[in-house]
């Protein structure tokens, strides 16, 4: 009898832990998010290369990118020790580093504040915006950390390459619905510049509590001659499209309007735009659904004009083959292909610097080598990244 009931007993754990088995499985399982412009019809299709991907700088993230007019990359960096640094060895609110070499051979160098850099951080902060123009660098800056970032932002400017800068006498700020703001990235030193401006993408802040989706996802466009970066009232606002299709421009901030939302799934508190010149189209790329604990849940996007309109190029949750820690994808325009369908993204993963190698297929066509089928977390030289 005691067996009999042993067996049963057995039995029924057994019936318990594989219906508890089944339902942790349908309760981990996420939905596809919708995406909220119809898909692209110029890129149709993208795929990432995981064998080429490349990672340095553990306890880094934030790596906001620009190419300059000396044929190297600057990008920013928060919280950590940068190129040769770790989360706590040479740890700095917010430092810059210079990237050298090509996508298949190159070296971060600590430029201003981290491990054994070449100059020291002048001031705290984080930075999400990078441009280089006329050899000068400018970086937006918030003042720090979680919901501090959505209190203001200022812009600074570097004459010598990252060494030293200057912070702008004013601010857009939190009140205005203008944080985190991220610049529009064309070729070296802003070569192939659509015009003589500049242009500054703003999220709405409508989540301050801790760096989380923004929802509804809202995104506001300004443009400033690029002579005159450093003064706020050269700073113009969309407004809308008149009745011929063309962007109005205001200098009173509260006319502004979106020029990018996702009312459903919001986006993050990090995007990056770039112009890529081989396919003649604007890219931004965001967070949506969710973001901390960081959900990899990337949104790619395309237009023919900064303001729009956009359409899909991607929009997973999560990044197939990702970590879930990744966020804040940044195209590197020195390392695109001429015809802009071979490229290489920066991106914060497991809170270090990531580079990974994609094509994109346009127009129904492909070009370079197929992506494998990607791992279940990040990996180079075949070792599983911590």
């Not at 990018?260 to 919001?266: A, I, S, T, V």
């Not at 610097?353 to 791992?375: H, I, L």
Request: aromatic share 14%; charged share 15%.
């Amino acid at each position: 009898m005691r067996t009999i009931m042993n067996v049963r007993t057995r039995r029924i754990t057994l019936l318990v832990l594989c219906v508890a088995v089944l339902c942790l499985g349908c309760a981990s399982v996420t939905e596809a998010a919708t995406a909220p412009y119809p898909a692209s019809k110029v890129i149709t299709g993208v795929t990432f290369q995981w064998a080429s991907l490349k990672y340095y700088a553990p306890g880094s993230d934030n790596w906001a990118i620009t190419w300059s007019d000396d044929g190297h990359q600057y990008t920013s960096f928060g919280d950590g020790g940068g190129f040769g640094g770790t989360n706590t060895d040479g740890r700095v609110s917010l430092g810059l580093a210079r990237v050298e070499g090509t996508a298949d051979a190159y070296k971060g160098v600590n430029r201003w504040g981290g491990k054994s850099a070449e100059y020291p951080a002048q001031f705290s902060g984080k930075s999400y915006g990078i441009i280089s123009v006329g050899g000068v660098l400018y970086k937006w800056v918030s003042p720090g950390s979680n919901s501090t970032n959505y209190t203001e932002c200022v812009l600074a400017r570097s004459t010598d390459h990252g060494a030293h800068w200057t912070q702008a006498s004013w601010k857009f700020t939190k009140a205005q619905g203008l944080v985190i703001p991220t610049i529009l990235n064309f070729g070296k030193d802003y070569a192939g510049a659509r015009d003589t401006y500049v242009y500054h993408y703003f999220i709405h802040p409508s989540n301050t509590a801790s760096l989380t989706i923004q929802k509804p996802g809202k995104v506001y466009l300004a443009r400033v001659p690029k002579g005159q970066l450093m003064t706020q009232s050269a700073y113009e606002f969309f407004t809308g499209l008149d009745s011929s299709g063309n962007p109005r421009w205001s200098t009173t901030v509260s006319s502004k309007v979106p020029v990018f939302q996702d009312l459903n799934n919001g986006i993050g508190w990090t995007m990056s735009v770039s112009y890529n010149p081989g396919l003649k189209r604007y890219l931004l790329t965001t967070e949506h659904t969710q973001s901390v604990p960081y959900g990899g849940n990337i949104g790619i996007f395309d237009a023919p004009e900064p303001w729009g309109p956009w359409t899909t190029v991607l929009y997973q949750t999560p990044w197939a083959g990702s970590t879930k820690a990744c966020f804040f994808w940044n195209f590197s325009n020195k390392w695109l292909s001429p015809d802009g369908k071979n490229f290489v993204l920066a991106f914060t993963g497991n809170d270090r610097w990531n580079t990974v190698k994609g094509t994109f297929t346009v127009s129904g066509s492909t070009t370079g080598p197929s992506a494998p089928s990607a791992p279940s977390g990040l990996t180079v030289d075949g070792m599983n990244a911590p």
